[in-house]
């Protein structure tokens, strides 16, 4: 069979750079799925792209789909035939529908029996004609965070919705233009071609910037699109900006702070540069965290550390006039002097002034205002202060003032630096330490990925107290994530405070011995099983990043709401470890084999004077030797000490189902034995269900 190359770009107007590596990924996902649902061989498949192209590239598919031969059964052979063998009614009905010569028809045979039918033969169709069609599947496959209605529909007539609107294609199979059309409302379809277009305003020598080329081949059109000012490999921009930076900050005298992701910045542009900036020194005097956010976040420069100076990344070859650095140094001097008015202005009010202004800022409309949400989480912080013996006045303080800079102008004009800027102005404002650093960081932990954590024990209070108050207060209401929608984060909320719980000793030396039972009843409302059932799945979730689902499965079993999420973390680690063992694996299969012997039973008491075997004598004996170690270890939290204790059982447990018949006709000897079971199944079931553990050979 023939193969030859698919190219396929797809030319847009500016994605933005968080979608373009997932849309990257996910256009060659699609490709791959779609290409082989048509039952098209492809080999190599690979997709690259900048903010204004996707590309597609297959450098060996098959000219068609291989021919195959399919059984088409009809009726049963019994219903078929009649008593003389000729055909019935509902046979001949089968060959007229399917267009065949009664005499074609043949008696299948298949698992369910003999049915008459007949083989047909498919020939494979020409790629050429598929691939629109396949085409069509993956422009509707690809997924965006939001679409843009562009009044465009295709072949199928249906809306055609898509990240940003599609301004030209290239769509060759070998030499031949695959046909494809965009019709779009109003304006001139887009049409497939072979011609593209490079940087939208450099061009190579003797050519104007944006002006179509055509091309013949991938190959080509990687080289004539360099040669045009756009590199399409993601990594090969990356490493462009990241040789410039380095430059750069050789020529400064200054390193890059951190906070800004270079690949994302590269994928704001198709031909990356950049350009060395200054800011006066005045506006040294505003936080650090003031002036990254507005380079980091408003203008996606990067800072250089400890001097009033920036690189600003460009989609440019050069700046040989110094208009780009101008123009950057002018902005950002811009909202530098707005930044540095409001710094002062708010620091006028007092925090504690601003509380009564949280009235008129709306938390939800089901909820009340900003000033509600404050008075219900002072209260859980207080709680959880009174459970884990932490001081009550400074939690109470940093509870009170945490939503204060909520009406500050500054949070007004940069709302990235909520609770930050709470902090600053509480410091600034003489607030203890321990205060200001609470309001600072209370809303850390974000999510799994990002390093930021509360700084001290009162800030790890505060932040699990406004998480707690925003989950069950939200779910009160009815508002219940769904799928992939979470518009008011809850997700997030439940991981955060997941991960307080886990390394809030580590990390502040704050063992939080409380358990998410506990916290959750705290809130201002009932607690719903919806919201158990959620948090339970958030904590699945975590844990799942490191542990084995049946490792979640056993341990989760034993109930992960009602004991401390660290505890539920050192049993998990203690399954892990010990899973891997001979001994620990037959543990679990006999686990599994009590299980079920026990199930629909109501064990009594073991008396040691029934036994008449010597294999449950050893057993029993066994186990009232090793019940209060194993139980002591189990308690002090040594749950690896405890199992490997367990686990030298194997051979006793072994013995007994060799020798001894556990559901023996006399019905004294089978209720001491079901009994001797129950308490097996009762030690060894302290630290996880083993009956969860998936035992395979080898």
Same mark, same amino acid.
């Given at each position: 069979m023939k193969k030859l190359p698919f190219l396929w770009e797809i030319g847009c107007e500016e994605i933005p750079a968080s979608w373009l590596s997932r849309t990257i990924r996910e256009l060659e996902e699609r490709a791959k799925k779609e290409l082989a649902e048509a039952g098209l061989d492809a080999s190599?498949? @690979?997709?690259?792209?900048? /903010?204004?192209?996707?590309?597609? &590239?297959?450098?060996?598919?098959?000219?068609? $789909?291989?021919?195959?031969?399919? $059984?088409?059964?009809?009726?049963?052979?019994?219903?078929?035939?009649?008593?003389?063998?000729?055909?019935?009614?509902?046979?001949?009905?089968?060959?007229?529908?399917?267009?065949?010569?009664?005499?074609?028809?043949?008696?299948?045979?298949?698992?369910?029996?003999?049915?008459?039918?007949?083989?047909?033969?498919?020939?494979? $169709?020409?790629?050429? @004609?598929?691939?629109?069609? =396949?085409?069509?599947?993956?422009?509707?496959?690809?997924?965006?965070?939001?679409? /843009?209605?562009?009044?465009?529909?295709?072949?199928?007539?249906?809306?055609?919705?898509?990240?940003?609107?599609?301004?030209?294609?290239?769509?060759?199979?070998?030499? +031949?233009?695959?046909?494809?059309?965009? &019709?779009?409302?109003?304006?001139?379809?887009?049409? #497939?071609?072979?011609?593209?277009?490079?940087?939208?305003?450099?061009? #190579?020598?003797?050519?104007?910037?944006?002006?179509?080329?055509?091309?013949?081949?991938?190959?080509?059109?990687?080289?004539?699109?360099?040669?045009?000012?756009?590199?399409?490999?993601?990594?090969?921009?990356?490493?462009?900006?990241?040789?410039?930076?380095?430059?750069?900050?050789?020529?400064?005298? @200054?390193?890059?702070?951190?906070?800004?992701?270079? @690949?994302?910045?590269?994928?704001?542009?198709?031909?990356?540069?950049?350009?060395?900036?200054?800011?006066?020194?005045?506006?040294? #005097?505003?936080?650090?965290?003031?002036? &990254?956010? =507005?380079?980091?976040?408003?203008?996606?420069?990067?800072?250089?550390?400890?001097?009033?100076?920036?690189?600003?990344?460009?989609?440019?070859?050069?700046?040989?006039?110094?208009?780009?650095?101008?123009?950057?140094?002018?902005?950002?001097?811009?909202?530098?002097?707005?930044?540095?008015?409001?710094?002062?202005?708010?620091?006028?009010?007092?925090?504690?002034? +601003?509380?009564?202004?949280?009235?008129?800022?709306?938390? &939800?409309?089901?909820?009340?205002?900003? +000033?509600?949400?404050?008075?219900?989480?002072?209260?859980?912080?207080?709680?959880?202060?009174?459970?884990?013996?932490?001081?009550e006045a400074p939690v109470r303080r940093a509870a009170a003032l945490a939503k204060c800079d909520l009406v500050t102008g500054m949070v007004g004009e940069f709302p990235e630096l909520q609770g930050i800027m709470g902090g600053l102005y509480a410091k600034e404002q003489g607030e203890p330490e321990a205060v200001w650093k609470a309001i600072y960081g209370h809303y850390e932990p974000t999510g799994l990925e990002e390093d930021g954590f509360p700084e001290n024990r009162e800030g790890a209070v505060v932040a699990l107290a406004d998480k707690l108050d925003t989950l069950v207060s939200m779910f009160s209401v009815g508002l219940v994530p769904t799928g992939s929608r979470d518009p008011f984060a809850l997700r997030r909320a439940a991981l955060g405070v997941i991960r307080i719980l886990l390394e809030s000793h580590e990390r502040l030396d704050f063992p939080l011995e409380v358990t998410p039972n506990e916290l959750l009843a705290l809130g201002d409302a009932p607690v719903d099983d919806k919201l158990l059932e959620f948090f339970t799945e958030r904590l699945r979730f975590v844990f799942s990043r490191k542990y084995r689902h049946d490792e979640i499965a056993a341990v989760f079993a034993l109930g992960a709401l009602d004991r401390t999420v660290t505890d539920t973390a050192q049993r998990l680690e203690a399954v892990r470890a010990l899973r891997g063992s001979a001994d620990f694996a037959a543990l679990s299969s006999a686990f599994k084999r009590v299980r079920n012997i026990l199930a629909d039973t109501k064990p009594g008491r073991v008396d040691p004077s029934a036994f008449s075997e010597k294999e449950e004598k050893e057993l029993y004996s066994a186990l009232e030797a090793m019940e209060p170690t194993a139980t002591a270890k189990i308690e002090k939290g040594s749950y690896k000490e405890a199992l490997l204790e367990l686990s030298t059982l194997r051979p006793k447990v072994d013995r007994f189902f060799d020798e001894v018949l556990v559901m023996a006709e006399d019905e004294t000897l089978r209720d001491n034995r079901l009994a001797l079971l129950h308490r097996l199944r009762t030690l060894l079931g302290q630290v996880a269900d083993l009956s969860e553990i998936v035992v395979t050979d080898g």
């Open positions: 190599g498949v @690979a997709s690259s792209g900048t /903010m204004r192209r996707l590309v597609l &590239h297959v450098p060996k598919l098959a000219d068609k $789909q291989p021919d195959r031969s399919e $059984q088409v059964t009809g009726p049963p052979l019994r219903v078929a035939r009649d008593d003389n063998g000729a055909w019935t009614r509902a046979a001949l009905g089968f060959a007229k529908k399917n267009g065949l010569d009664p005499k074609d028809l043949t008696v299948l045979t298949t698992p369910k029996g003999e049915y008459v039918g007949f083989e047909r033969s498919t020939k494979g $169709q020409k790629t050429l @004609a598929l691939l629109p069609d =396949v085409m069509t599947k993956i422009l509707r496959g690809l997924s965006f965070p939001k679409f /843009m209605n562009w009044d465009a529909t295709l072949g199928d007539g249906k809306p055609f919705p898509f990240g940003r609107p599609i301004r030209w294609m290239v769509a060759l199979y070998g030499t +031949r233009v695959v046909p494809f059309e965009i &019709h779009v409302s109003g304006s001139p379809s887009v049409k #497939s071609g072979r011609k593209s277009r490079g940087h939208r305003f450099l061009a #190579s020598k003797g050519r104007r910037g944006g002006a179509p080329f055509t091309v013949t081949s991938f190959r080509e059109l990687k080289s004539t699109l360099k040669k045009n000012y756009v590199i399409l490999d993601p990594d090969e921009r990356r490493e462009r900006l990241m040789k410039e930076l380095r430059k750069l900050e050789k020529k400064a005298g @200054a390193r890059c702070a951190p906070g800004l992701d270079p @690949a994302l910045v590269a994928d704001l542009t198709e031909w990356p540069g950049a350009v060395l900036g200054a800011y006066p020194k005045e506006f040294l #005097s505003l936080p650090e965290e003031v002036r &990254h956010t =507005v380079l980091i976040h408003h203008q996606h420069y990067f800072p250089l550390k400890k001097k009033p100076g920036f690189i600003a990344p460009t989609n440019m070859a050069a700046d040989k006039k110094g208009n780009m650095r101008t123009g950057a140094e002018r902005v950002v001097v811009a909202r530098l002097r707005d930044a540095k008015f409001f710094w002062d202005d708010d620091l006028k009010t007092p925090l504690q002034e +601003r509380s009564m202004r949280l009235d008129g800022v709306l938390f &939800h409309a089901k909820l009340g205002s900003y +000033r509600e949400k404050s008075k219900r989480t002072v209260a859980i912080a207080l709680a959880i202060a009174a459970k884990t013996e932490t001081r």
